[in-house]
């Protein structure tokens, strides 16, 4: 098979640890048969060096052109990145937002899965994660609060700043079918979090859900605040198979249960649209206080670079040799920095791709 | 002195927990010669039971000529409380919005204390939690997506929900000098927490925030980007002193962080507005499972209460005495079941009450 991807490195860490995953993914289309055509896309930093802007229709074009695109982190040090030329009102954020939009890229899954083997770095005790756990968030992309309509104007001699949250059920639909399709595969429950006791487009979110939940009578629906679920991911995250909101909720519980798995440089992340295009990148930051040293985690990149193989490519049988040989390299104490602890090998980046790539 | 108090027992444990906070205000006053007139009001429930409606306009006048205002908890079980005899869209949420507005309440301050006595219950391993942690959310309580306007609409067949979400520069100052004012009393920093890469409103709240703070060079601001704040409380919670924020992420960060302490039966809160006057609560729920049976626990109302002497009737010797009371019970070991562990004696929420205010 020909594998069309295009590869954002984006800023940061990003160049260092998508290399890794483009090596692994060549090492699974040597053994399987198949090629990796990589077009690259600037966008972030490198786009604002070049173009002056974050991302160009351009770049959008060509990326749609691409069966999927793997992306490395967008995001700068404040200091001294190329997009801190930009005002702030001109970098949302530094073009994540305009790609996922013009890509439709409505439907962002984000894994929160905690690994055996680096239980140590869990900020939980140990007798609530006994077991482990793993959920899977699936975050609404391309509406909301991100995308409203937003204005700051002055009115008698005062400032005051609009933005908008809106969603109509279509848009509601696409994401709670997603959702519950996603819980077919799993542990079949989904916990569909809104703030339906203050907000109306909340009370239209579950009033679809619901009917959603309809076609889907083997999963159970639960409904919850999000104020409680900011709780429940601390209290007991093993309640979660997965878990379904609105873009700015996903964007903080998402983040939480991220920190909560202690180990966010394990973290893959996909954002699909209604076909089988996606966008694959890392859950974690740019982390530019590490840029350059070669110490940044490549795992996360490489199992969204397996995420896209499964979700873009119909490619399961390659997409769990990636996470097969992620597995076997943590058996066998390989650690980054960031998961490190006693008694483990500490490798840099380029070493963990090597590790990971031999085992494919 | 005479304190005129307005109480709202509310649902589930609510006249439970509210009981046992008025007894320790009552032996306050017996030792330190104030006398504690209440008013009882109806809100939640009781209020929809006799009024229909769950706060009433003459409930809101009856509650301004209060000094201050002690509630218990509002809130009901889906099935059987009076509350859901009401449409979801005439809850919001049983009068709490309401009474926010009416009173002017924009300033809500959320202790998030990790007692040293009950460290067992934090959910956080002890590496992370040593030494113990003490932050204060001050949420902003009257603006943003609570009280923006909202409707639902049908658009050729589909419906469409809209939610907005406003701040003005006035809004903001007055909130920001009040977590600035707090952070002069204790440890002068403020994390000032918004979603600035994404809002507009953000964006001037970080504006006026940062011309606030040149009011106040003792104090040290930082920004923190909400979704990298709900990471935070989870990995370092020390780093905290005052969490400055908006309405919707103070509900959500506010918490988490009270779950992060691992014994929310502990946290009080206050709504303060312009003057002297104050509404005061605990920060957990109606718990309806458990009302009625004698367990709950009441010393997040009677810190509550404590609260309500320092910023309603500058009476802090009062309330240092409440503090110490209830620091001297659960040194002494007494527990209720919610916080209760191996080795400590269990008591119930009378008993409670009672052993609190016999240390007054
Ligand atoms: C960078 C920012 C705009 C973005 C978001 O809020 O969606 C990020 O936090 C994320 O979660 O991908
Ligand atoms: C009940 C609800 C409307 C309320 C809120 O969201 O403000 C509650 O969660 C709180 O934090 O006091």
Same mark, same amino acid.
């Given at each position: 098979m020909n594998l069309k991807i295009g590869v954002i490195k984006g800023d940061g860490i990003g160049p260092e640890i998508v290399t890794e995953a483009m090596k692994v993914l060549d090492q699974v289309g040597e053994v399987y048969g198949h090629t990796c055509e990589y077009e690259q896309l600037l966008m972030g930093g490198a786009s604002i060096d070049v173009h002056g802007i974050p991302l160009t229709d351009e770049t959008v074009e060509t990326a749609k052109a691409c069966d999927a695109v793997l992306m490395g982190s967008i995001g700068g040090d404040a200091k001294t990145s190329p997009w801190y030329k930009l005002e702030p009102s001109k970098r949302p954020e530094a073009g994540l937002l305009k790609i996922r939009k013009a890509l439709n890229l409505f439907a962002n899954l984000r894994p929160a899965v905690l690994y055996d083997e680096l239980k140590g770095a869990c900020p939980l005790k140990e007798e609530i994660t006994e077991g482990g756990f793993d959920m899977m968030i699936m975050r609404e992309l391309t509406g909301g609060l991100y995308f409203g309509e937003r204005k700051t104007v002055e009115e008698d001699g005062v400032l005051k700043a609009y933005d908008s949250l809106t969603y109509n059920e279509n848009e509601i639909r696409r994401i709670a079918k997603r959702g519950f399709d996603i819980a077919m595969k799993r542990r079949k429950k989904v916990t569909s979090v809104d703030k339906a006791n203050v907000l109306d487009s909340s009370r239209l979110w579950r009033k679809v859900v619901e009917e959603v939940a309809e076609d889907y009578p083997e999963v159970a629906l639960e409904h919850m605040l999000v104020d409680n679920c900011a709780m429940q991911l601390v209290r007991d995250p093993k309640q979660f198979d997965v878990i379904l909101t609105e873009n700015m909720f996903g964007d903080i519980l998402s983040d939480e249960a991220s920190m909560v798995t202690g180990s966010i440089g394990m973290l893959a992340s996909a954002s699909l649209n209604e076909t089988k295009f996606g966008l694959y990148e890392p &859950? #974690? #930051? &740019? @982390? *530019?206080?590490?840029? #350059?040293?070669?110490? @940044?985690? *490549?795992i996360a990149t490489i199992l969204s670079a397996a995420m896209m193989l499964r979700f873009s490519f119909d490619l399961d049988k390659e997409a769990d040799a990636i996470e097969q040989a992620v597995s076997q390299v943590l058996k066998d104490g390989y650690r980054t920095i960031d998961i490190m602890s006693e008694g483990k090998k500490q490798i840099g980046t380029v070493e963990m791709g090597d590790l990971i790539a031999g085992y494919i």
């Open positions: &859950s #974690g #930051g &740019s @982390a *530019p206080d590490i840029a #350059g040293k070669g110490i @940044a985690n *490549p």
